[in-house]
């Protein structure tokens, strides 16, 4: 059984940082991409920053520039690191991890945890 455990959200004042780190367990036996979502209350679900086995990585445009996505395999850990934060950015962040070597793919999903950027 694949579990991912987040942490590091909290209430942080616009243009400032927070650090969000997804710890997985399991056996990772596949090839996988790793990503941030979030979901805003009223809002649909989105991906916010993606990570590959092998490094690429990939941005939704409303947080290319001031978000890094990356990951300590050693830890089995992924992070994504948010500088210069807006009120918009206030949402409820979700680690997610697909298993793409497997037909069909497997999607695992953390607990969440929510993210609050006072203006």
């Known amino acids: 059984q694949v579990q991912l455990v987040e942490s590091g959200g909290g209430l942080v004042q616009a243009g400032g940082s927070l650090r969000l780190s997804c710890a997985v367990s399991?056996?990772?036996?596949?090839?996988?991409?790793m990503g941030w979502y979030r979901q805003a209350p009223g809002k649909q679900r989105e991906l916010v920053a993606a990570i590959s086995s092998g490094g690429s990585t990939n941005y939704a445009d409303s947080v290319k520039g001031r978000f890094t996505i990356s990951k300590d395999n050693p830890k089995n850990t992924v992070y994504l690191k948010m500088n210069s934060l807006k009120s918009e950015d206030t949402a409820v962040y979700y680690c997610n991890i697909d298993l793409i070597g497997y037909n069909p793919p497997r999607r695992y999903w953390g607990q969440g945890t929510q993210v609050t950027v006072s203006s």
């Open positions: 399991g056996s990772i036996f596949s090839r996988n991409s």
